[in-house]
């Protein structure tokens, strides 16, 4: 149970965390966003922290070298778990941060890939387009391999691939693996070499790189647009290393090292391919009968404990986790987080209340949001799905692309046109 509400806490705190991120899209760069974790516990003190340094040092310098705009984030776990820097091009910046880095306490390896998670899935970072590879935001991991439980803080060297705390480590590694490819830096006197293979192992695209040869991982970047210009001239084609050192000579003079990464590129392709944009489904689903409906209005209740999280706002239940006990709500703030409403068998918490406070738009704004209000609009094809022409539903999902979601009176969910190809089936209702 104790584990359960740390994993809540850390998925809570990297939704937080998305948005400051967001807030700082100004000192972004254009390119590939890398968000490195790097383990600050006392186990690395010492000749640890002076290798993770170097090969840290050494992927940032290499960058500046190249003249690269790729974006860094930087989290430590430690005594602490935290970022030190927010995503960033400013490479000078992430450098001196780095300078007064002290290793203590234990290893919660898992809490920072938790919190990573605002960096590569809750909207932190962005989706480089290479063509034909898709280079969504990747993980580097510099650890010396031994990780503690997120809740016993003992350290200990004796954590191994039998362990809880590594299974849900390597759970977490391969789901999130399936979209960011995850890089290992074994770091330290003794790294765990075992374990940190097998989490590279379980990611698709994962690897493990020696901290001497760190600077490979900044290579990465000019060597995905030379792999993107070969898929992209020799589609179905058998691509020889004469093609590959070919088409390389119009970046520059590539090493061996080089050469041998854009294979490595060519025969990983399927792990830089598109992904089904509606892949998120799954947090949209109403799951429990006992549980307020998606499209319901709520405000924080008696239980709450999240600070100003919701801006002391109003905000939209989306959906029923596969948690029992715990509802999806959107903000009118924007931010979207998980709470406790009800009971899961062991306790009955009640972090929101209902309300019936639903969203307004301004008259002169054509914009849409969760938790509005709507009727069927001018171009309204679908029938009586809504019940009938007086029926009021809620949005609860809102896509880029002119589409939207809405919850009926009758129980009915569907999606509907809100500007996709200029076309309107649904209108405001009760705008100020």
């Given at each position: 149970?104790?584990?359960?509400?740390?994993?809540?806490?850390?998925?809570?705190?990297?939704?937080?965390?998305?948005?400051?991120?967001?807030?700082?899209?100004?000192?972004?760069?254009?390119?590939?966003?890398?968000?490195?974790?790097?383990?600050?516990?006392?186990?690395?003190?010492?000749e640890?922290?002076?290798?993770?340094?170097?090969?840290?040092?050494?992927?940032?310098?290499?960058?500046?070298?190249?003249?690269?705009?790729?974006?860094?984030?930087?989290?430590?776990?430690?005594?602490?778990?935290?970022?030190?820097?927010?995503?960033?091009?400013?490479?000078?910046?992430?450098?001196?941060c780095?300078?007064?880095?002290?290793?203590?306490?234990?290893?919660?390896?898992?809490?920072?890939?938790?919190?990573?998670?605002?960096?590569?899935?809750?909207?932190?970072?962005?989706?480089?387009i290479?063509?034909?590879?898709?280079?969504?935001?990747?993980?580097?991991?510099?650890?010396?391999?031994?990780?503690?439980?997120?809740?016993?803080?003992?350290?200990?060297?004796?954590?191994?691939?039998?362990?809880?705390?590594?299974?849900?480590i390597?759970?977490?590694?391969?789901?999130?693996?399936?979209?960011?490819?995850?890089?290992?830096?074994?770091?330290?006197?003794?790294?765990?070499?075992?374990?940190?293979?097998?989490?590279?192992?379980?990611?698709?695209?994962?690897?493990?790189?020696?901290?001497?040869?760190?600077r490979?991982?900044?290579?990465?970047?000019?060597?995905?647009?030379?792999?993107?210009?070969i898929?992209?001239?020799?589609?179905?084609?058998?691509?020889?290393?004469?093609?590959?050192?070919?088409?390389?000579?119009?970046?520059?003079?590539?090493?061996?090292?080089?050469?041998?990464?854009?294979?490595?590129?060519?025969?990983?392709?399927?792990?830089?391919?598109?992904?089904?944009?509606?892949?998120?489904?799954?947090?949209?689903?109403?799951?429990?009968?006992?549980?307020?409906?998606?499209?319901?209005?709520?405000?924080?209740?008696?239980?709450?404990?999240?600070?100003?999280?919701?801006?002391?706002?109003?905000?939209?239940?989306?959906?029923?986790?596969?948690?029992?006990?715990?509802?999806?709500?959107?903000?009118?703030?924007?931010?979207?987080?998980?709470?406790?409403?009800?009971?899961?068998?062991?306790?009955?918490?009640?972090?929101?209340?209902?309300?019936?406070?639903?969203?307004?738009?301004?008259?002169?704004?054509?914009?849409?949001?969760?938790?509005?209000?709507?009727?069927?609009?001018?171009?309204?094809?679908?029938g009586?799905?809504?019940?009938?022409?007086?029926?009021?539903?809620?949005?609860?999902?809102?896509?880029?692309?002119?589409?939207?979601?809405?919850?009926?009176?009758?129980?009915?969910?569907?999606?509907?046109r809100?500007?996709?190809?200029?076309?309107?089936?649904?209108?405001?209702?009760?705008?100020?």
């Amino acid at each position: 149970m104790e584990t359960e509400l740390a994993r809540r806490f850390w998925e809570n705190k990297a939704k937080e965390e998305a948005v400051e991120n967001q807030s700082l899209r100004l000192q972004h760069g254009r390119g590939i966003c890398s968000v490195f974790i790097l383990d600050t516990s006392e186990s690395l003190s010492g000749e640890g922290l002076r290798q993770m340094k170097e090969a840290l040092f050494c992927i940032l310098n290499e960058y500046k070298a190249m003249d690269m705009d790729d974006n860094v984030a930087v989290i430590g776990f430690g005594e602490e778990t935290k970022f030190l820097h927010y995503y960033s091009n400013s490479y000078d910046s992430i450098i001196k941060c780095l300078e007064n880095i002290e290793c203590k306490g234990p290893s919660p390896l898992e809490a920072g890939i938790l919190l990573s998670l605002s960096c590569i899935k809750l909207g932190g970072g962005h989706t480089v387009i290479s063509p034909p590879l898709i280079l969504r935001a990747r993980v580097v991991v510099i650890s010396d391999g031994h990780p503690t439980d997120m809740i016993n803080p003992k350290e200990t060297m004796a954590t191994t691939t039998q362990s809880e705390t590594f299974h849900r480590i390597h759970s977490l590694v391969k789901r999130q693996g399936k979209w960011n490819p995850f890089t290992f830096i074994p770091v330290g006197k003794d790294p765990n070499y075992q374990l940190l293979g097998a989490l590279a192992a379980a990611a698709k695209g994962g690897r493990i790189i020696g901290w001497e040869e760190a600077r490979l991982y900044a290579r990465l970047s000019v060597n995905f647009t030379v792999a993107g210009d070969i898929l992209s001239h020799f589609e179905n084609k058998k691509i020889t290393e004469d093609i590959v050192r070919w088409r390389y000579s119009n970046y520059g003079e590539g090493t061996e090292e080089d050469i041998n990464q854009v294979f490595e590129i060519l025969n990983e392709k399927e792990v830089y391919g598109d992904i089904d944009e509606d892949k998120d489904d799954e947090n949209f689903k109403e799951r429990y009968s006992t549980m307020p409906c998606v499209g319901t209005r709520v405000r924080r209740g008696r239980d709450w404990r999240y600070e100003n999280q919701d801006s002391k706002g109003v905000g939209t239940v989306i959906g029923h986790t596969d948690r029992v006990g715990w509802i999806l709500v959107e903000g009118d703030n924007g931010k979207r987080f998980d709470y406790r409403y009800g009971s899961n068998g062991i306790w009955a918490k009640y972090d929101l209340v209902i309300c019936d406070e639903p969203r307004q738009i301004p008259q002169n704004e054509t914009m849409i949001a969760t938790g509005c209000l709507v009727r069927r609009g001018l171009d309204w094809q679908w029938g009586d799905q809504n019940g009938d022409d007086e029926s009021i539903g809620t949005v609860y999902r809102v896509k880029r692309r002119g589409e939207v979601y809405v919850r009926w009176p009758n129980g009915i969910k569907s999606n509907y046109r809100f500007g996709h190809a200029n076309k309107y089936d649904l209108f405001l209702w009760l705008c100020i």
